[in-house]
């Protein structure tokens, strides 16, 4: 049970764009800046893990939520909505910068799918937003490839098997059913693609 907690507590949807944001730096084939490294890593945390925990704080102090886990979908619809609005920005804030335009597709890529999920929620099912962060860096390291034309396969297969991992633990807590682990694996992966071609 502990061990399954700690692997979703690390690989949380709020925790993903800022591990996103390290590997790219340690992989991209030019040298960034230092100085804009930690500007960039700053503007990401900030945005993507401070903003969210402040928010959902605020929700559970005002009772809007019943627990910072988000059990159910009507308690989802607010932040879901609020993180889609923070990876629009992110994704338009970098798309401006010549030397760093490429991660816009990571955060339009998880724009999409994030959208995806909001738009399923009429179905009544519940997409694991943990599967889609994984599914979403898969995604953009096969795009990364892509771009760079550069092998980072052993990388997208480490993350396909904690990807593994992440959907079995999320399982063993009840936090979804298998169809939602798989859906949001796959939408996750597929929008980054998505994204890629369309822009």
């Known amino acids: ?68 886990n988000l059990p159910s979908i009507k308690e989802r619809k607010a932040p879901l909505f609020i993180m889609m609005c923070i990876f629009l920005i992110l994704a338009r804030y970098f798309s401006a910068f010549r030397n760093a335009q490429d991660l816009s597709y990571l ?18 099912i519940k997409t694991s937003i943990h599967l889609l962060s994984m599914g979403s860096a898969v995604g953009y390291f096969i795009v990364f490839q892509l771009i760079y034309n550069v092998s980072v396969l052993p ?16 399982l063993y807590l009840k936090a979804h059913t298998p169809k939602e682990v798989y859906l949001g694996f796959i939408l ?10 369309m822009l």
């Open 1 to 68: 049970m502990r061990w399954h907690k700690f692997l979703s507590t690390i690989l949380h949807p709020i925790v993903m764009p800022t591990i996103g944001l390290l590997l790219y730096f340690y992989l991209c084939p030019f040298e960034v800046d230092f100085r804009e490294q930690l500007y960039f890593l700053s503007i990401v945390f900030i945005a993507t893990y401070i903003i969210p925990i402040f928010i959902l704080i605020v929700l559970k102090l005002t009772n809007k939520i019943s627990s910072v």
């Open 107 to 124: 955060f339009y890529g998880t724009l999409l799918g994030l959208i995806a999920i909001y738009l399923i929620f009429v179905t009544g």
């Open 155 to 170: 990388l997208i297969i480490i993350l396909i098997l904690l990807s593994g991992l992440l959907g079995a633990s999320r």
């Open 188 to 197: 996750g992966v597929s929008c980054q693609i998505i994204a890629y071609y």
